[in-house]
């Protein structure tokens, strides 16, 4: 039975596409897939291939973790599971650690390594989804106020514009993680609202995937209207963010062209074959006849666009 790791990214659709599998998995196991997702991994499936504060000694924890790991990976294949998706974004790490950290899932390749033993060497294809990254922070910053987090300072946010570590850095951490093992990597923009698509790709385009829960839009980041609200009910001030509706944007214009004119960077070397350590997935040979997100406007081209502004400023109060 081959095992698929699929690690979120967060604030890429992972929830979407985890509804999707859920909602579809009497018709995938009769095409041989079958699927874990986070109310199993979490639900005590994985607990221990990252130690557990206070749960014991680390590799106790691991031991048994593999061990439940073996048991239920045999009783799926004896099912006749050929294909098996296993969908956690928590396996690369957590926002509010990147959060802490100012970084962009730090700890990704150590995690995916204990993972990957874990599996017994099972795992034959890691999926990774990724997206530009001034609105992935805008999107993790929305859910950490909404949890009573503090609306970030300049500081913070300036901090995340100048730090180094990118989507290519994450992605050569993990491919070295695991050495051997086929790394696909889907940007949000073009995958993000097709999760059939994505499933296609990750079991190397032999599913037949349905279309059924393939437009269910799950866990979206709250808009500036909510975030106001619940700062006011929090007793905060809730011009701590702009007025008006839809997307909050933390991040100024001229930080947020740096960022994405870095991911721009990060596709260019992805597009041009990322050193052999990574494959980024198209369309090409997708015959469903919907179309996905088109990318922004010159994304796929490297540097910055010669109308975007130079430098860098604070965002928003």
Not at 119 to 136: C, D, H, K, M, N
Request: net charge positive; hydrophobic share 40%; aromatic share 8%.
């Amino acid at each position: 039975m081959d095992v698929i790791l699929h690690l979120g990214a967060h604030r890429t659709a992972s929830t979407s596409f985890q509804a999707y599998m859920r909602g579809n998995t009497r018709v995938l196991q009769g095409q041989g897939i079958g699927f874990w997702g986070p109310q199993r991994t979490r639900g005590g499936l994985l607990t221990g291939v990252i130690p557990v504060r206070g749960a014991g000694p680390a590799e106790r924890q691991y031991l048994r973790a593999s061990g439940r790991i073996a048991l239920a990976c045999e009783k799926s294949a004896r099912a006749g599971i050929r294909q098996l998706v296993v969908s956690d974004e928590n396996m690369i790490g957590a926002p509010r650690a990147n959060l802490r950290a100012d970084s962009l899932y730090p700890q990704a390749g150590a995690r995916v390594r204990r993972y990957l033993d874990a599996f017994g060497g099972g795992v034959t294809q890691i999926a990774l989804s990724i997206r530009s990254p001034e609105l992935y922070w805008a999107s993790c910053f929305a859910f950490a106020v909404m949890r009573g987090h503090a609306v970030p300072s300049a500081a913070t946010l300036n901090r995340l514009t100048d730090s180094p570590r990118g989507w290519r850095e994450v992605i050569a951490d993990i491919a070295c993680a695991a050495p051997g093992v086929p790394l696909m990597i889907l940007t949000h923009e073009e995958f993000g609202s097709l999760p059939e698509l994505r499933l296609w790709h990750m079991t190397g385009r032999r599913a037949d995937p349905p279309d059924t829960h393939a437009r269910e839009w799950l866990n979206r980041s709250p808009g500036l209207g909510a975030l106001r609200a619940f700062l006011g009910e929090r007793g905060e001030d809730p011009d701590l963010l702009p007025e008006g509706t839809g997307r909050w944007m933390p991040f100024a214009r001229a930080a947020q062209a740096e960022l994405k004119e870095r991911y721009a960077d990060d596709l260019f070397w992805l597009r041009a074959g990322a050193d052999g350590l990574a494959r980024l997935a198209d369309t090409t040979g997708w015959n469903s006849g919907q179309d996905g997100t088109q990318p922004p406007p010159g994304i796929g081209e490297r540097g910055r666009r010669n109308d975007e502004e130079v430098g860098r400023m604070v965002g928003h109060r």
